[in-house]
Nanobody, 122 residues
Framework: VQLVESGGGVVQPGGSLRLSCAAS????????MSWVRQAPGKGPEWVSR????????YYAESVKGRFTISRDNTKSTLYLQMNSLKPEDTALYYC????????????????WGKGTQVTVSS
């Protein structure tokens, strides 16, 4: 199993970024997927989750209305569109595979990428 994130960078407050996560080594369409972030000195924070078909999407209150999760099962790729970015969104962003029966508890996620850094600063 391999998960590789990309698309991070430095952006000004109010800006946008689109993160991608390329998955391989498993049947991507059979698993729910999540984005998780970790700011310096803090623990992991669950950001968003999408079900296998992409029809059900869930967001943390801190990003609801600004972030959109999506997936392309034909490309085995997960996305996170981030708009209206704020300095408090600064973190290392990970994609993670959600095992069957898991939802929001990041300690249950079984595979993680290495992360992509997002920095929101003027």
């Amino acid at each position: 199993v391999q998960l590789v994130e990309s698309g991070g960078g430095v952006v000004q407050p109010g800006g946008s970024l689109r993160l991608s996560c390329a998955a391989s080594g498993f049947t991507f369409s059979s698993y729910a997927m999540s984005w998780v972030r970790q700011a310096p000195g803090k623990g992991p924070e669950w950001v968003s989750r999408i079900n296998t078909g992409g029809g059900s999407r869930y967001y943390a209150e801190s990003v609801k209305g600004r972030f959109t999760i999506s997936r392309d099962n034909t490309k085995s790729t997960l996305y996170l569109q981030m708009n209206s970015l704020k300095p408090e969104d600064t973190a290392l962003y990970y994609c993670a595979r959600v095992p069957y029966g898991s939802r929001y508890d990041t300690r249950e996620y079984d595979y993680w990428g290495k992360g992509t850094q997002v920095t929101v600063s003027s």
